[in-house]
């Protein structure tokens, strides 16, 4: 069982397919694609063979528009030359597989914890330099035969500073917006006034180590729970779906494997008109 926690399980790389109802989407985005890759955590292990496979997953998806959810390589808060001597070669091995990535309204990203216990100032440079929008507490809207679609991302609820609006106070109200936050704790942040339809993370690792009957033990968050470190979270106060990541710090996962994430926003229906109705909405592996 430790032999396949260790070598097996963290290569097991599933697709997520999430279909998300957006209350007051126009009908030019329905079908709007976002194609997920979290929590990379480049290292040795698994190794770039995996990122690779999770890169191409979500090329085969064709998104309209990719994001980085931060976390691309390994780091220590206590240990600043420990994390220079992981991080530095983790984003040498990243660059060629990100460069590498594109779709139609571009790739952006938002910065994790452990881009801020190395550098974020030098993981926001590294980045741009491949062609990456790297978004903190800033939205960006996205159009469609003139309709419009804001997307938002704020800054790491545990490093860095929330926006309460979510990056999108200058957005006309009527305009739905989809939030990007590395920390799933980024909607206890924000305010209802940041209206927000949809919120994509990470963080979580999706706990990494899942126990029968009793969860995960670690999730690193307080908006979700030991049975819901992944996946849609329930009682969160606008929709909240939390990816379990692509890679992990410590290269050990157990009846959770790592994933992809493609969101396809979808028209709402009456059933979906409720907060709580986001836990029943769909997501499927394959």
Known sequence: MILHAVAIAPRQLRVTDVDAP???????????TIGI??????????GPSHTRRAMEAVMRARPDLIALLGDFGVSFKVAPALSRAFYQPGMRTLAPMIRSLSAPDGVVAVLGNHDYYYDAAAVRQWLASLGVRVMVNECRLLER??????LGAVDDAKEGSVDPL???????????????????DGMLHVTPEARVGLMLSGHTHGGQVILPFIGALVRNSKICGPRHPRGWVPDSPAPLFVSAGVGSQIPFRFRCEPDVVI????????????????????????
């Not at 957006?22 to 709007?32: K, N, T, V």
């Not at 969101?263 to 592996?285: C, F, I, N, Q, Y």
């Open 37 to 46: 890759l979290s929590d990379l955590h480049q290292a040795a292990l698994p």
């Open 145 to 150: 035969g003139g309709a419009r679609l804001a």
């Open 166 to 184: 979510a990056g999108c106070g200058g957005v006309p109200p009527e305009v739905p917006r989809i939030v990007l936050s590395h920390n799933p």
């Open 22 to 32: 957006i209350s007051g989407l126009p009908a030019e985005f329905d079908g709007y």
């Open 263 to 286: 969101v396809r926003l979808r028209l709402s229906t009456p059933a979906h008109s409720s907060t709580a109705a986001s836990t029943g909405l769909r997501a499927r592996a394959r």
